[in-house]
């Protein structure tokens, strides 16, 4: 099946630092990835969308220029947290699309997510 | 946008009983309905998913069924185990996918 890794799965750092997470698509080729943070017993809230080799797409809300995302290649999204704040904590989830997916173009598959805490 | 709502947000049955879990969704333009069943500290697992061409699908102990008209969808988990306990999560896709809040389920042995 189609599967997404994260990397890392959990990161400590101290306030005012940047924080990079990786996101591939092991088996197929992505060209949208998806960027979702996740509060404790609280749902997904997507982030951005990104599209390879274009600009991502931010929900309204986020800050452009905090969270940085780059999709450089069909497997390879990167988030990047700038001068990352305690208030930043929390689990940030990828998710990629399989667009030659036998379950159809639009079936999204995530990745395991990366527990981020600022101190 | 979609909206979609969820109930219940919590459910706790007995090993071996059923399992419901109901979503209803706003836009009727809507037509891929994923279901996701995510673990503690993990992401989400895809666990099945219906399109609006379709009324009903089962892959083995769980089933879901859509009602285009009244714009909702159910899963339904027979013979639960308590592996089958964590938090299960609808979505309907328009565009992009929306979620609803979740439900935690919790099956006692």
């Known amino acids: 099946g189609a599967v997404v890794s994260q990397h890392p799965s959990w990161v400590i750092c101290k306030s005012g630092t940047s924080v990079k997470i990786e996101c591939r698509s092991l088996?197929?080729?992505?060209?949208?990835m998806f960027w979702y943070r996740q509060f404790p017993k609280q749902s997904l809230m997507l982030m951005a969308t990104?599209?390879?080799?274009?600009?991502?797409?931010?929900e309204q809300g986020v800050e452009k220029d905090k969270f940085l995302i780059n999709h450089a290649s069909l497997t390879l999204s990167t988030l990047t947290v700038t001068s990352a704040h305690p208030e930043d904590s929390s689990f940030y989830i990828c998710?990629?699309?399989?667009?030659?997916?036998?379950?159809?173009?639009?079936?999204?598959?995530f990745g395991p997510g990366t527990r981020l805490t600022v101190l | 946008g979609e909206n979609v709502e969820q109930h219940p947000s919590t459910l706790s049955v007995q090993e071996g009983d059923s399992a419901v879990i109901k979503c209803t969704y706003s836009?009727?333009?809507?037509?891929?309905f994923p279901w996701y069943k995510q673990e503690l500290g993990k992401g989400p697992q895809l666990i099945i998913d219906?399109?609006?061409?379709?009324g009903e699908k089962k892959d083995q102990r769980i089933a879901v069924t859509l009602n285009k008209t009244a714009k909702h969808f159910s899963l339904h988990i027979t013979e639960t185990q308590p592996e089958d306990s964590a938090v299960y999560f609808c979505?309907?896709?328009?565009?992009?996918?929306?979620f609803g809040r979740g439900t935690q389920l919790t099956v006692w042995p």
């Open positions: 088996d197929f080729q992505a060209t949208t």
């Open positions: 990104s599209n390879e080799g274009s600009k991502a797409t931010y």
């Open positions: 836009d009727s333009a809507s037509n891929y």
């Open positions: 219906i399109r609006s061409n379709v």
């Open positions: 998710s990629a699309r399989d667009p030659a997916g036998r379950r159809g173009t639009d079936t999204q598959y």
């Open positions: 979505a309907a896709w328009s565009g992009r996918l929306y």
